[in-house]
């Protein structure tokens, strides 16, 4: 099958998952396609929302629908690295023996990730860049695709623990879930408080994610496509001569190389699933947001003036 004939077959795919993922997720559209670019892109996810607007559930949703293994960590105050990667243990015949955490899935929920102190935030570091995980000196490959889909609740911050910036920046998105408009939330309604099943058909395997996330990084782009999208990442930095003024007043920091590659990466899965076989500046735009949003931090006069990063960002395109 030629590449052309793979980007169709995969268009139509797409659809399907997406109308599969709908007979449980009511509405959220955008947050699905930025969850789905995520993962054909071969990134993570951090999802920033109020409780009960079905993080966990949306999760749990999409790894059925793309047929991989899916495991769920509730981080705590009182969570341990081991508990998370996993540990070793004197089996029977006083071998030292590893059992695998829960680390070791396809996908992996980090359920309330702020809520765990920066020694344990910290064992995610490793995996999510190197998608491998070394402990008591060995070394151990995750299986492929890899994804960690976070979720945070950006109102209650007590107790809570802000993530480092290193570990932000290897979220390709970050996602801001919003509530349900008054028609999604009268049939969330129906659908919950009804004895329905949803039967989810697995549309993808391991298999056919990882030769998309190959077909993807192949797609050819041109520079201007991406000199425009290292260019609307330079301008988030407040020292660069091509700064904007919106920049030098209101941001503490821009963003790094990596927004350059993931804008690149999101915007040629973006295109894919638009039936595209090369990203343009519009696929690049329609990514930017949530990829540059946890990278550009503001000052404290943006702070003052109630200046929001949304706002910065869609000035500069």
């Known amino acids: 099958m030629s590449e052309i004939e ?5 268009v139509d795919k797409y659809q399907s998952l997406k109308k599969e993922i709908g007979k449980v997720i009511i509405g959220q559209d955008k947050v699905v396609d930025e969850i789905l670019i995520s993962v054909f892109s071969g990134g993570h996810a951090l999802l920033i929302g109020v409780p009960g607007l079905a993080k966990t559930l ?3 949703t999409i790894s059925q629908t793309l047929g991989l293994d899916f495991k769920r ?3 705590t105050p009182d969570l341990m690295p081991s508990d998370i990667l996993g540990a070793e243990i004197l089996d029977e015949s006083r071998q030292f023996k590893f059992i695998k955490g829960p680390i070791f899935s396809h996908i992996v929920l980090a359920d309330e990730i702020n809520r765990t ?5 910290s064992a995610l570091l490793e995996v999510m860049q190197e998608k491998s995980v070394t ?3 060995e070394h ?4 492929e695709p890899y994804f960690v889909l976070a979720t945070q609740n950006p109102i209650e911050q007590e107790g809570t623990y802000p993530l480092p910036e290193a570990q932000l920046d290897r979220f390709m998105f970050s996602i801001n879930l919003t509530y349900p408009s008054f028609q999604e939330e009268v049939d969330v309604v129906k659908a919950t408080t009804a004895n329905l099943q949803h039967d989810l058909k697995a549309l993808f395997n391991a298999e056919e994610i990882v030769e998309i996330q190959q077909l993807i990084r192949q797609m050819p782009v041109t520079d201007h496509v991406v000199e425009y999208a290292v260019r609307l990442v330079s301008q988030t930095r407040p020292l660069e001569e091509s700064a904007a003024a919106i920049v030098k007043n209101y941001v503490e920091w821009g963003a790094g190389p990596r927004a350059s590659q993931n804008l690149i990466l999101a915007a040629k899965t973006h295109a894919a699933i638009h039936g595209k076989y090369s990203p343009d500046i519009e696929n690049v735009q329609a990514v930017a947001e949530g990829i540059l949003r946890h990278r550009v931090v503001k000052n404290y006069k943006a702070e003052a003036e109630g ?3 949304t706002d910065i960002i869609q000035k500069l395109m």
């Open 135 to 137: 402990v008591a000196g």
């Open 73 to 75: 960590i509730q981080f």
């Open 117 to 121: 102190p920066p020694k344990t935030q």
């Open 140 to 143: 151990f490959k995750l299986k």
């Open 6 to 10: 793979v980007i169709n077959n995969f």
């Open 307 to 309: 200046i929001d990063i």
């Open 58 to 60: 949306m999760v749990n």
